[in-house]
């Protein structure tokens, strides 16, 4: 099983700063198959990337997605309120199970 | 657009069976991945499992002995039976779109397994 290890655990930032999340896989996630997620209170989690930089449908540019092989960043240029959530990445490579990492909660 | 909605007991005994239904309206149900991922404060997110519209389909492998994912197109509704369920299994159920990453997510039900 590939873990994900995100980091921080928590990132306390303000509007206007830019945020730069973490996501480490335990080993190389094939073909970048990987996604980051954006979740807030008593919300389903919302797709912002998949394939590691493909943005979804509506998310602003100011988010984007990088990474390659074991380490993989989102990064939120200049913060606005709304984008205050916790924030998942997930794999879904060759092997079974498709993971989660545990979360980055970005907070005022 | 696409919209799912997951249905079913909030309130399974412990070694009962989950049965949950997700229906999908606004879009068709065919050439699809459907995935159900759950979600607890001790475990975070965890994937389940997901069938294509022909019925194929993919568990995670620490479920597969209890876990049964079917789909009807007739109904536009995708279904999970998850068996001998524990405290462990209770859980916020989401159904998405996607075999892998899911673009569409239901509002998710709390399962809880209590006696």
């Known amino acids: 099983e590939i873990v994900l290890t995100q980091s921080p655990g928590t990132l306390s930032l303000s509007p206007g700063e830019r945020a730069t999340l973490s996501c480490r896989a335990s080993q190389s996630v094939n073909s970048n198959h990987l996604a980051w997620y954006q979740q807030k209170p008593g919300q389903a989690p919302r797709l912002l990337f998949y394939e590691v930089s493909s943005r979804a449908t509506g998310v602003p540019d100011r988010f984007s997605g990088s990474g390659s092989g074991t380490d993989f960043t989102l990064t939120i240029s200049r913060l606005e309120p709304d984008d205050f959530a916790v924030y998942y990445c997930?794999?879904?490579?060759?092997?079974?199970?498709?993971?989660f990492g545990q979360g980055t909660n970005l907070e005022i | 657009q696409v919209q799912l909605q997951e249905s079913g007991p909030g309130l399974v005994k412990p070694s009962e069976t989950l049965a949950l239904t997700c229906t999908v309206s606004g879009g068709s149900i065919s050439n699809l991945y459907w995935s159900w991922v759950r979600q607890s404060p001790e475990k975070g997110l965890e994937w389940i499992g997901y069938?294509?519209?022909?019925?194929?389909?993919n568990y995670n492998p620490s479920l597969e002995s209890r876990l049964t994912i079917s789909v009807d197109t007739s109904k536009s509704q995708i279904y999970l039976k998850l068996s001998s369920v524990t405290a462990a299994d209770t859980a916020v159920y989401y159904c998405g779109r996607g075999g892998w990453s899911l673009d569409v997510w239901g509002q998710g039900t709390l399962v809880t397994v209590s006696s």
């Open positions: 069938i294509y519209y022909t019925g194929t389909t």
């Open positions: 997930q794999q879904f490579g060759a092997s079974l199970p498709y993971t």
